[in-house]
């Protein structure tokens, strides 16, 4: 007498594989708009010799703040924006009353005029302030680059922060905001430039 032989056939469930690629890739794709949405092309970035131009990355997490002037693009008598020679970008003009725009994480934007300055520059601090006591309670409960971190109250918020300010910019407005940020406890704070054209 012959035994019959049962095949169990074994099924895989890749549903749960298949979800978690999907979630990954609705990650790194949010990422991706937010680190560049950062980036203001509005910013007209100061040439200096020792500049190293700081790009956007997934790999750095980093707070940027764009202070910018609003301006138009200059045009031919033809009507075609006219582009800088230098920059290769749109040629402009400042719009008069001078108007000052603070942008921090690619939104929330402050703007002003030269008469507001001193009320702009209130609410631009009033948000650095704001964000650092934000960071502080996230940066409590979540692990920033893969390391648990305990913030004691007056340690410094582990995540740079990069201005990048239009060339045209008053330098006191600047070195305002930049006081603003260390006083919140941040440790890191930088200023975007250009490099020279033919410098490395």
Not at 26 to 36: E, H, I, L, P, T
Not at 52 to 77: G, H, S
Not at 110 to 122: A, H, M, S, Y
Not at 166 to 192: N, S, Y
Request: hydrophobic share 45%; charged share 25%.
């Amino acid at each position: 007498m012959a035994a019959a032989a049962t095949s169990d056939n074994l099924e895989i469930n890749l549903t749960p594989l298949l979800d978690l690629v999907l979630q990954l890739i609705m990650f790194f794709m949010a990422c991706v708009n937010f680190v560049s949405e950062q980036y203001s092309r509005n910013v007209w970035l100061p040439v200096a010799e020792s500049a190293q131009e700081i790009l956007p990355d997934l790999a750095d997490e980093r707070i940027v703040i764009n202070v910018e002037l609003a301006w138009t693009p200059i045009r031919d008598d033809r009507g075609e924006v006219v582009l800088d020679p230098v920059r290769k970008q749109p040629a402009r003009q400042l719009l008069q009353p001078r108007t000052y725009r603070i942008i921090v994480l690619g939104e929330n934007m402050i703007q002003f005029t030269d008469r507001e300055q001193r009320v702009g520059l209130f609410q631009a601090q009033r948000k650095l302030r704001d964000l650092a006591g934000d960071l502080r309670l996230l940066l409590k409960d979540r692990p920033y680059r893969g390391q648990k971190l305990v913030l004691a109250p007056g340690a410094p918020i582990p995540v740079p922060v990069v201005f990048r300010v239009d060339e045209e910019v008053p330098g006191g407005l600047v070195l305002e905001l930049m006081a603003q940020c260390r006083a919140e406890g941040f440790g890191d704070v930088r200023i975007d430039g250009l490099m020279p054209e033919g410098g490395r």
